[in-house]
């Protein structure tokens, strides 16, 4: 059964700090991984995909990296602002069952001025 | 194009009565799938249509049922509902469900 992790739980930090963010999943037999983003009681915004066959993708101040072979990817964003404050959550697909996406428990973060 | 909208946006509802929220997906998306977000479990699939066809289940009991019409709308339905179920559901649609997949803002559901 796939996990997935995602630490710290939480993060503060001050405007424009660069930051990363750990995702974590047990099975390598992955399709894809995503990357969400959620404010509080809204739905979620999709931020980046990431095929299985890539190392990476890039969308403005984002960037995302996926290592199959360890289970990890990290979500490093540039140069934060108070507006990047929200919940972000990864989730992965597994071959065969792409359409089901298994999430994260989520990194909470805050950029204060 | 418009987004994936979901109605209600809230709802209250006492024990043992049934639900039906809808979901309408993004024009072309063929795909639409259901997640329920608690504090305590996370977000947990539920199921996913296409094109009409339950193609994927989640691990929940046979009291969350849904349904996908000709349209790609979908509707979920919760029968006798219990405590446990309050929650917030969101649908998500994509083409076919193997790539980026846009969520809804889901529909916060009360159960007293």
């Known amino acids: 059964k796939q996990e997935v992790t995602q630490i710290p739980a939480a993060l503060s930090v001050p405007e424009g700090e660069n930051l990363v963010l750990n995702c974590s999943f047990t099975d390598s037999a992955i399709y894809n991984l995503q990357w969400f983003r959620q404010d509080p009681g809204k739905g979620l915004t999709s931020l980046l995909l990431i095929q299985s066959s890539q190392r990476e993708q890039t969308s403005g101040r984002l960037n995302a990296s996926l290592d199959k072979s360890s289970g990890r990817s990290t979500l490093y964003i540039a140069a934060s602002q108070p507006g990047d404050s929200a919940t972000y959550l990864c989730a992965v697909t597994r071959t065969g069952t792409a359409s089901k996406l298994t999430f994260g428990t989520g990194t909470r973060l805050q950029v204060t001025l | 194009k418009a987004g994936v909208t979901q109605t209600p946006r809230y709802l209250i509802k006492t024990r043992g009565q049934q639900v039906t929220l809808s979901c309408s997906p993004i024009s072309g998306h063929r795909s639409v799938s259901w997640y329920q977000q608690t504090p305590g479990q996370g977000l947990q699939f539920l199921f996913e249509y296409f094109s009409e066809t339950q193609r994927n289940k989640g691990n929940f009991p046979g009291r969350f049922s849904g349904r996908q019409f000709s349209n790609s709308r979908s509707e979920m339905n919760v029968s006798t509902l219990e405590l446990g179920d309050s929650a917030l559901y969101l649908c998500?649609?994509?083409?076919?469900?193997?790539?980026?997949?846009?969520f809804g803002p889901g529909t916060r559901l009360l159960v007293l």
């Open positions: 998500a649609s994509s083409y076919e469900g193997v790539e980026t997949q846009y």
